[in-house]
């Protein structure tokens, strides 16, 4: 299963929303690459991100953006991968 698009174009809209942005921030920044290749962390680091954007998902989701993250073997603590992460969210 793919992540849903509109899942992925509220995320997008809400990381561009000052309310949200720090927070999202300080979530993604926590983590390095090791363990965003562990499934349990990616999933808490998914379940962090929904409640503190106030938002729902199906475990179906939960478990297309764990594989989504995964494989995109991205370490958050780099400029240059954060980079590229935003340009996946935002389809630039």
Avoid at 8 to 15: D, E, S
Avoid at 62 to 72: D, E, G, L, N, S
Wanted: proline letters at 5%; aromatic letters at 8%; glycine letters at 4%.
């Amino acid at each position: 299963m793919r992540i849903d698009p509109r899942l992925m174009c509220r995320f997008a809209y809400k990381c561009m929303h000052p309310a949200y942005r720090r927070r999202i921030r300080v979530i993604l920044k926590s983590h390095n690459y090791a363990a965003l290749q562990d499934p349990y962390v990616v999933g808490c680091m998914i379940d962090s991100l929904c409640a503190c954007c106030g938002d729902t998902i199906t475990p179906a989701q939960r478990a297309a953006a764990i594989r989504f993250v995964m494989a995109q073997k991205c370490n958050p603590l780099l400029a240059s991968h954060r980079a590229r992460m935003r340009g996946i969210v935002f389809g630039f």
